[in-house]
């Protein structure tokens, strides 16, 4: 009797990590939009343990749902064991992206036919928008389908924690509508899709890049994915005067939201909301038709390491000559918003600083720089970045002076400005990578590592003084 009484709590205990790969049913949540009547899969992954003030970067194998139909929506959450979702001024979901190989896996992204992407079918981030398509449509999906995910945590405290990436999909058995995702992101098919706007006093920059859709069909749903800066993104259409088809609006929670009272802040918060498009309708597009998507920042300010891409959702045609011509659009958009109160339209300013762990490990917010001190009075000086410490940590070039970083460590690092004259950023870098920027503002520029951003800090000083001849850094060449 013991025996058996052991044997099935062994069992119970055993369940719960057994179940953490399996299935859980509910009813669709409300953020789904879905019929009632259909069933929610969650699913997670981990268990991940994130270190203090860590960026945890994560490649993933998630299931997919077990039964074979159309995924309605999906949307995902960090949650801890017992499934309480952890709050993002605690621990962040920064990104997130599903590709999709199909059941032989050779499933390919039409956007990097160069390179070997699966099929990018669904992304979110800080915003946590959902995927959401308009009733009728759906994402085919298979239970041999092979899911690759990538993910990217933020911890934002001293300690360690334990997470789970908590994703949702809400399937319909019966038939649907099939939609093709196009992953349209302005740097395009790279795993850190970033670029750095300087904040050169204009009111705007913005960046854009065209695609060619291989296909005709329907756009009947696109989202958008944009950071901390950004004023909107735009998908048109070059063929009909550039006309905006989908604009996708961030909105930027209150001053006074958690997101902006961690400390330190170490990162720009991204929009807590980004606006949603969706039409059972759709605009129609011709076989290779051109899309373009703009992405508008703020320039009076940098925002280093920015994203602009949108995710678009593409359904067989209806009437193959409805592409023809430029006619007005549909009549049954929707477009999905900010449903918290108080959302700003356009970006706050926010002020980041460098950080330093103190006795304790806990991050203090700081601007001033420690440890070794460099001044170099010619137009060159390297920098060497070796177990997670810039050397030297403090360097002062003169004006036009270009500052090189050799990166010497296994583990990736970057140079990536917190606050300063005009925002840069280095790419990721490893183990004998070189980075290069030349200082044309004097001032004082604080610099980190956006991957190690409490361990790893930098000031750079630059004067107004000319470069001095002579004064040669053997490593120039
Ligand atoms: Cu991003």
Same mark, same amino acid.
């Given at each position: 009797m013991f025996r058996l009484v052991a044997a099935i709590l062994t069992l119970l205990v055993l369940a719960p990590a057994a179940s953490a790969h399996a299935s859980t049913v509910t009813p669709p949540p409300p953020e789904h939009?879905?019929?009632? $009547?259909l069933t929610t899969y969650v699913h997670r992954l981990g268990p991940y343990t994130i270190g203090s003030y860590e960026t945890l970067l994560k490649s993933a194998v998630p299931k997919p749902p077990p039964v074979a139909g159309a995924i309605v929506a999906m949307d995902a959450r960090l949650v801890d064991k017992a499934g309480h979702v952890i709050p993002q001024q605690v621990t962040m979901l920064h990104h997130l992206v599903f590709t999709n190989g199909g059941p032989d896996g050779k499933r390919g992204d039409p956007m990097c036919p160069q390179k070997s992407t699966r099929e990018r079918f669904w992304g979110t981030s800080e915003e946590l928008r959902p995927m959401t398509l308009p009733p009728g449509y759906g994402y085919p999906t298979d239970p041999a389908d092979q899911w690759h995910a990538f993910v990217m945590v933020m911890h934002h405290r001293a300690g360690d924690r334990q997470f789970y990436v908590e994703y949702r999909m809400t399937v319909d058995t019966r038939p649907v509508i099939p939609v093709?995702?196009?992953? &349209?992101?302005?740097?395009?098919? $790279?795993?850190?899709?970033?670029?750095?706007v300087p904040g050169s006093g204009t009111k705007t920059q913005t960046r854009d890049r065209t695609f060619t859709i291989p296909a005709a069909g329907r756009i009947v749903a696109a989202g958008g994915h944009l950071?901390?800066?950004?004023?909107?993104?735009?998908?048109?259409?070059?063929?009909?005067k550039d006309r905006t088809l989908v604009r996708n609006q961030p909105a930027y929670a209150p001053a006074g939201d958690p997101l902006y009272k961690v400390r330190p802040l170490l990162h720009e918060p991204d929009p807590k909301n980004i606006s949603w498009w969706q039409s059972a309708t759709g605009w129609p597009i011709k076989r290779g038709e051109q899309l373009k998507v703009t992405a508008a920042y703020d320039n009076m300010s940098p925002h280093t390491r920015v994203m602009g891409i949108e995710h678009v959702y593409v359904a067989p045609p209806l009437?193959?000559?409805?592409?023809?011509?430029?006619?007005?659009?549909?009549?049954?958009?929707?477009?999905?918003?900010?449903?918290?109160?108080?959302?700003?339209?356009?970006?706050?300013?926010?002020?980041?600083?460098?950080?330093?762990?103190?006795?304790?490990?806990?991050?203090?917010?700081?601007?001033?720089g420690t440890g070794t001190q460099r001044t170099v009075h010619g137009d060159f000086a390297s920098v060497f970045v070796r177990d997670f410490t810039y050397g030297p940590q403090q360097l002062t070039v003169p004006r036009g002076a270009t500052v090189r970083w050799h990166f010497a460590d296994a583990q990736s690092h970057d140079v990536t400005?917190?606050?300063?004259?005009?925002?840069?950023? $280095?790419?990721?870098?490893?183990?004998?990578?070189?980075?290069s920027h030349t200082f044309e503002?004097?001032?004082?520029?604080? &610099?980190?590592? $956006?991957?190690?951003?409490?361990?790893m800090s930098q000031v750079v000083k630059v004067t107004r003084a000319r470069p001095r001849p002579r004064d040669e850094d053997p490593l120039r060449r």
């Open positions: 939009r879905a019929d009632p $009547s093709k995702p196009y992953w &349209l992101s302005i740097v395009p098919c $790279s795993p850190d899709p970033q670029w750095t950071h901390g800066g950004a004023q909107a993104i735009e998908l048109s259409q070059p063929r009909c009437d193959p000559k409805a592409a023809n011509g430029c006619a007005s659009g549909p009549t049954d958009a929707q477009r999905l918003g900010a449903e918290f109160t108080a959302a700003r339209m356009t970006p706050p300013t926010v002020t980041l600083t460098l950080a330093r762990l103190d006795r304790n490990g806990i991050a203090r917010a700081t601007t001033k400005l917190a606050n300063g004259p005009e925002g840069f950023a $280095s790419p990721w870098l490893k183990a004998g990578d070189k980075y503002k004097p001032g004082t520029y604080l &610099l980190q590592c $956006s991957l190690h951003s409490a361990q």
